[in-house]
């Protein structure tokens, strides 16, 4: 309930916003937030909850619900939905004989499960075949390898002919994200208030894009995920179309059309999955459970299938080109959420989807090298092109780029360091750039250009905001004190043992360390441009006469930047809070890629 | 010397649709193209005529019947295609197929 | 050697049919192209004949020649000042060129499938005695759904062709 | 003689009451010819609602005849009944649709602003007729009836594409539209007659079985198939008979446009998907094809339906992309579509021993989806253009604001046109790649994938238009009945996207 209740909370608010009278401004901009602010208590409901036994643990869950379908099936069924389900994992190749298998012709591999398909058809037509299916479902899903650190889920029929569920849950992986989407949009509503034209649209549609945002992040049915998935491109196409700068129709377009390639391969590999070996699933656990037996020629097939995905929205290079352009056109608060969260849907899917649909795909020494290698250009790529950029925004935008290459470089190891270091990268990261897009959005409404050339001095004029964006900027850099130096840490320290870490497990291809030597000279390179950067705007004496007006910070900025500075520093020193969260599941997801899938 | 067989008569009508073909394709004129159909449409009776006599079951007419109702149609399609060319052509003055281009811009 | 009347008859009709039908890709004007089609309908005509089907070919004459044909001749009459003059509409050498070669193409095609061995000949051969009879039958028991159908169908053609080729009088009536 | 006189009236006296739903579109017909002739200055809203009540009629037979599997008009064989017409459940959902669709347009031709001050009956009795003709495109079991029934909606169609005579482009569309479909059709009856050479016969049943024992050679087939495959995409406006679509859509008045988009197409589909299932009816030797596609007697079909379904989506995506006339764009919009629906019968042609190869349920979801998210788009385009004259994109800008309704209706059609979630053009594409993937066409279904994310581009020109463009109109009185209608079609669009269980049950129920 609670995270219907988060996920849908938003979208209410969408319909009460669309009702209110244009004219009255200020209630809209009031309402808006309030729900925001409603859909924020549950999820911090849920992280108080989680793990702190006012939780269900899903594997209960699960079964619970398997066996209410059981017991709902016709009675003289029931005994044999039983039998089948007590070997649920070997009988599932039966599924696709029973589905095409030529009865009077079979071939071995069919003769081999014939008895299970006439116990198959036997249920057929007792009526019974549904309520198995779903029965089976359920028992392999609570089986997961993901399934032990699954929380809250929820779990109904949604579209039964094709055994699609409303199915919710968070985990380790998920928490800190929605976390972060719950807390964005109280602070970027806030901090929206300044927006004048087409306002009732505006948080209409921001409200709409949580809805989708929260869902893709508790989705566990893939058909369900895909549908928050796409409900989120809709409302960013027209945030930046319509409130965004000089060239915001192309923006718009562009990171609509990429997205869209990305979704499409998206829905291709998840309509191969649901296909495969005619287990009609779309239950994200259930597949888990069974794509440790998938070949590993159709693992490599959905594996970049999915990356392909979920690369165009990390943004990984050559995906990125859509970043820069939909950051410098899109209004602030939309480019903090951009990067703050959307970003994230990128990094989530890899975890959540690619590595645990095609964990045999993901160790292989291809994809280790190929994701290492995306890791590393993105981290050098990124940083280089914003040491190059005259916009201030763009620079921000190209430091996420190379940001992202850390999330990207972490996974590819595959260590427990390395993969904690990559998915707190993500959270940290969220915070940080989110706090970046702030503070230039600030300097923006005053100055009216983001060019770093014609900035300086800043800093006399406006102490207080130099002030958080000094803890923001050094964030990012990774100054050690500061948030994001505890994940690039672990992400170096993780990458770095890989190799000798696998060196003796032939199942596994370790990231070669001469990978990760490429990858340090980014770090240099981004400390080279913030400081660069903090010099040109903020350091030395007022350039122009007119930054001498500049007002520091009201208070709907303080009341936006601050909870995120107060944030870099408290995860700076102390990690744990987030880590906790995700230690187990990452865990229990790195033991399944790295021994489970390679049976 | 050879006697008259199914492949004369299938010949001849792909000949003729050959040269329906042809017309359609190095015409523009309205009426010429429709000349051209009327070609094809021959083609195609003359093998159902054909057809008919030599490989259908005896007794049944289908093919007979079947060019019947290719003539009928015929007619009416070319009373259509004329009578929407004579109400162009009072708009315009062209019967060409490609003059006739406001809709392309 | 012994050539019987029908070949002699078969060639004569497949030349009167299929030299027309290439002139009127060739021709230079709007009516010689009606002209020659007439010429290849009337091979096409004497064909059916041939073939035993005595009602079809009458149907040929009649309709096609003394009705389609008058309707084109009719159409070009009325929407051409000086049709001898008038372009078929051929715009020069090249596309005749082009008409010819597809035409050659689609030849060799159709020539190689009606010569395969897809075709069997003979398996209810009629004996080519006239058909009119049992035309009729066909027509009024198997064919009767169609047969009434087409009725319709001229009923909406012929009212539809008759508004669309009327003056416009109900603007001024409207 | 006399014998046959009986024979005839047997005949009658039996299939007559197998046809009611079309007598009475007959009927129609002729009541709205006669009306229009002796009834002088009959109101076009009258003549209106006689043929809403006709079709309401008509409607009603045909609910009665639903579960009806029996052919009518025909002889008598050993192995039974060699009909005319077959009416099954297949007919019946695409008659139902046919009238359906063309019962949507009534409204939307009550509103066109060509049509209001005009002797309308004609109208009428062609859109009734060229119903008629979808019918029996639907449910001919005989060569003969399916090419009368695609002439039947042929010539209704020709002369309603052109019926504003005032309207240079309409009559040029008209022009365009006979000639080409003439052609179309004399290309298709050619292939038709080597199919009756081959067998001897021209009812399906005789076809599938002799084509069984047939001597004809695979390529002797394939040259026969691509030749009838010709005149069915003239009518699905598929490639390779597509050329005349733009012009045509463009030209005709909107809401007969929107009838031939959605009415016309469905017809087609399904005359070609019968006479499909008399070509895969019977087994044969296995052999593999175009893209690793095995198939199994099904004489190229496979080859010739998926080359044609990936043509028509890459063309038809391709050409929408440079088009600044929306009618234009949504012609090449429509021809994209046929692509994607034609994969579904790809798939079908492969044969039916593949996991759901021989169902039908994606082709006809995807068509109940069509049916709201075209109509849909076309009667805001027809409203809008109605009253403000609009044509091209960019007179559509500023629609969020000058009608929010409208736009809101016409903005869910693009997007369900498009694909997206949460709308039934989504769900219905899921469906057609999921079959498709399944039935190793991956190659088609990356394809779709690619296109889909290339339509996005001209889809999102009318909403960008529509939203992100400001224009200084004024506001655009829509009017009730005309919101209605946009309800009634929008609506559905969501619920086929959220909870579709029912409509995906009840589309399983059409196959042969």
Not at chain 1, 466 to 482: E, K, Q, V, Y
Not at chain 4, 205 to 233: K, M, N, P, R, W
Not at chain 4, 338 to 345: D, H, K, S
Not at chain 4, 489 to 502: K, W
Request: proline residues 3%.
């Amino acid at each position: 309930m609670l995270l219907t209740l988060a996920t849908f909370l938003p979208l209410l608010g969408m319909v009460v916003v669309l009702l209110l009278p244009t004219a009255n401004k200020n209630l809209i901009r009031w309402t808006a937030t309030g729900f925001a602010v409603a859909a924020f208590v549950p999820i911090i409901v849920l992280t108080q909850g989680y793990g702190a036994g006012g939780d269900r643990p899903a594997v209960d869950t699960l079964r619970a619900e398997a066996a209410a379908v059981v017991a709902g099936a016709p009675a003289p069924m029931r005994a044999q939905i039983t039998e089948l389900l007590a070997d649920a994992k070997s009988n599932t190749p039966a599924f696709r004989t029973f589905v095409a298998a030529d009865a009077a012709h079979p071939t071995d591999a069919e003769k081999k499960s014939l008895a299970v398909r006439a116990k198959l058809e036997a249920l057929e037509q007792g009526g019974a075949y549904k309520a198995w299916h779903e029965a089976w479902e359920l028992t392999l899903a609570a089986a997961s390898p993901i399934a032990a650190d699954m929380r809250y889920v929820e779990y109904g029929q949604w579209i039964p002919s094709f055994n699609i569920h409303y199915m919710m849950g968070v985990d380790g992986l998920s928490m800190p994200l929605i976390f972060l989407t719950g807390l964005l949009w109280v602070l970027c509503f806030v901090y929206s208030f300044s927006i004048e034209d087409g306002v009732k649209g505006y948080f209409a549609l921001f409200l709409l894009l949580q809805t989708g945002l929260i869902g893709v992040f508790c989705a566990l049915d893939f058909f369900l995920f895909y549908v928050f998935w796409e409900i989120v491109l809709l409302p960013m196409y027209f945030l930046i179309g319509y409130w965004g700068g000089t060239n915001r129709l192309y923006a718009a377009i562009k990171f609509f059309i990429y997205t869209l390639v990305g979704s499409v391969l998206l829905l291709v590999a998840m309509l191969a999955l649901y296909w495969k070996d005619g287990y009609d699933s779309f239950n994200l656990l259930t597949l888990t459970s069974l794509s440790g037996g998938f070949d590993l020629s159709f693992q490599m097939w959905i594996f970049m299938a999915l990356f392909m995905g979920f690369a165009i929205k990390v943004p990984v290079f050559p995906f990125h080109t859509w970043l820069p352009d939909a950051h410098v056109q899109a209004p602030t608060a939309v480019s903090v959420v951009l990067a703050g969260v959307l970003l994230k849907m990128g990094g989530y899917g890899f975890y959540r989807f690619s590595y645990t649909l095609a964990p045999d795909a993901g160790i292989s020494q291809t994809m280790v090298l190929f994701i290492g290698g995306l890791g590393v250009i993105n981290i050098v790529y990124g940083a280089l092109c914003a040491m190059a950029q005259k916009d201030f925004k763009s620079l921000v935008a190209y430091s996420s780029v190379s940001h992202m290459g850390f999330v990207l470089l972490g996974l590819a190891a595959m260590t427990t360091e390395g993969i904690q270091g990559s998915v707190l990268q993500m959270f940290n990261h969220g915070v940080s750039s989110a706090m970046m897009f702030l503070l230039v959005g600030v300097l923006y409404e005053r100055a009216h250009h983001r060019d770093l050339d014609r900035f300086g001095g800043i800093g006399l004029q406006m102490p207080y905001y130099t002030g958080f964006a000094i803890i923001g900027f050094f964030a990012s850099l990774g100054l050690p004190g500061l948030n994001g130096f505890i994940s690039e840490v672990l992400v170096f320290m993780g990458s770095f043992n890989s190799e000798t870490f696998f060196a003796g497990n032939s199942a596994v291809y370790g990231l070669p360390r001469w990978m990760v030597y490429l990858a340090l000279p980014g770090v240099v390179l981004t400390a080279g441009y913030i400081l660069w950067t903090v010099q040109r705007v903020y350091m030395g004496t007022a350039k122009k006469e007119e930054y001498k007006t500049f007002r520091d910070l009201n208070w709907r900025e303080v009341f936006s930047l601050a909870p995120l500075a107060a944030m870099c520093i408290i995860f700076g020193v102390a990690p744990q809070l987030i880590l906790g969260y995700m230690n187990n599941t990452l865990d229990h997801l790195r033991t399944f890629i790295v021994t489970g899938g390679g049976n | 010397m050879l006697d008259v067989s199914l492949k004369h008569y299938l010949l001849v009508a792909a000949l003729m649709f050959a040269a329906g073909v042809g017309v359609i394709i190095s015409r523009r004129n309205a009426i010429a193209v429709l000349c051209g159909v009327e070609l094809i449409l021959n083609a195609a009776a003359l093998n159902f005529v054909a057809f008919n006599r030599y490989s259908a079951p005896s007794g049944r007419l289908d093919g007979q019947v079947f060019t019947i109702f290719i003539i009928i149609l015929a007619a009416a399609e070319a009373a259509i295609a004329l009578a929407i060319l004579l109400n162009l052509f009072q708009q315009t003055n062209t019967v060409d197929v490609d003059e006739a281009d406001t809709l392309r811009e | 050697m012994d050539i019987d009347f029908g070949t002699i008859m078969f060639f004569a009709l497949a030349l009167v049919a299929v030299v027309p039908a290439f002139m009127v890709v060739l021709a230079r004007d709007i009516v010689r192209v009606a002209f020659w089609l007439l010429a290849s309908l009337c091979g096409v005509a004497g064909l059916y004949i041939l073939l035993g089907a005595d009602f079809i070919g009458l149907t040929q004459v009649l309709v096609y020649i003394g009705g389609i044909l008058v309707l084109i001749l009719f159409g070009i009459m009325m929407t051409s000042k000086d049709p001898l003059r008038q372009k078929a509409g051929a715009s020069g050498q090249r596309s005749v060129v082009t008409g010819l070669v597809t035409a050659a193409i689609v030849f060799a095609v159709l020539a190689a499938v009606v010569l395969g061995v897809g075709f069997e000949e003979g398996k209810g051969r009629s004996d080519g005695s006239p058909t009119t009879t049992a035309l009729g039958e066909a027509l009024l028991t198997d064919y009767v759904l169609p047969f009434e159908l087409v009725s319709v169908l001229l009923l909406f053609v012929l009212c539809g062709a008759a508004y669309m080729a009327r003056r416009r009088r109900e603007d001024a009536h409207a | 003689m006399q014998n046959s006189i009986e024979t005839a009236r047997r005949i009658v006296a039996e299939g007559m009451s197998g046809i009611i739903p079309e007598i009475l579109l007959c009927a129609l017909v002729c009541v709205l010819l006669l009306a229009d002739l002796f009834i002088r200055g009959i109101k076009p809203r009258t003549t209106a609602w006689i043929a809403v009540l006709g079709f309401v009629a008509c409607g009603a037979a045909l609910i009665a005849r639903n579960g009806v599997h029996a052919e009518v008009f025909g002889w008598q064989q050993a192995d039974g009944m060699r009909g005319m017409l077959l009416n099954d459940q297949f007919a019946w959902f695409f008659q139902v649709f046919v009238l359906a669709t063309a019962l949507v347009c009534i409204p939307m031709a009550m509103d066109h602003a060509a049509f209001r001050a005009r002797r309308m009956g004609e109208f009428y009795a062609l859109l009734a007729a060229a119903t008629l003709g979808m019918f029996l495109m639907a449910s001919a079991t005989n060569l003969l009836m399916a090419y009368l029934g695609i002439e039947f909606a042929s010539m209704a169609s020709y002369l309603a594409t052109a019926y504003d005579k005032r309207d240079r482009a309409g009559s040029e569309g008209g022009l365009k539209y006979v000639i080409y479909g003439s052609v179309a059709s004399g290309i298709m009856i050619y292939g038709l007659s080597l199919i009756y050479g081959m067998t001897g016969s021209l009812h399906y049943t005789d076809i599938a079985q002799a084509l069984h024992v047939s001597a004809a050679t695979e390529g002797q087939l394939l040259i026969a198939a691509i030749l009838i495959f010709g005149g069915f995409a003239y009518k699905m406006a598929a490639v390779p008979m597509h050329f005349w679509c733009p012009d045509v859509y463009e030209g005709a008045p909107t809401p007969f446009t929107a009838y031939l988009s959605v009415a016309s197409k469905a017809a087609g589909f399904a005359v070609f998907v019968r006479f499909l299932a008399a070509f895969t009816a019977h087994g044969g030797p296995t052999f593999t094809g175009f893209g690793g596609m095995e198939f199994e007697a099904s004489f190229g079909w496979p080859v010739i339906v998926a080359a044609a379904a990936a043509l028509s989506m890459t063309v038809g995506n391709l050409g929408a992309l440079w088009q600044t006339n929306v009618k234009r764009m949504l012609a090449y919009s429509s021809i994209a579509q046929a692509g994607y629906l034609l994969m579904a019968v790809a798939v079908y042609a492969a044969g039916h021993d593949k996991p759901n190869g021989g169902d039908l349920a994606p082709l006809v979801f995807y068509f109940i989806a069509y049916f709201f998210m075209n109509l849909g788009a076309f009667h805001v385009i027809s409203v809008v253009g109605s009253r403000t004259g609009a044509v091209t994109v960019s007179d559509f800008a500023g629609l969020g604001r000058r009608a929010p309704w409208m736009a809101f209706g016409l903005g869910v059609c693009m997007l369900s046109l498009l694909g997206m979630p949460p709308t039934g053009g989504f769900v219905g594409k899921m469906q057609l790649l999921q079959t498709a993937v399944e039935n190793n066409l991956v190659w088609l279904a990356v394809l779709a994938g690619i296109n889909t994310a290339i339509s996005a581009f001209y889809y999102f020109k009318l909403l960008k238009s529509m939203y992100l463009e400001k224009s200084a109109g004024g506001v655009i009185q829509s009017g009730s009945a005309n919101l209605a209608v946009l309800a009634l079609l929008v609506a559905p669009l969501f619920v086929l996207g959220l909870a579709f269980s029912p409509i995906a049950e009840f589309s399983r129920g059409f196959g042969f």
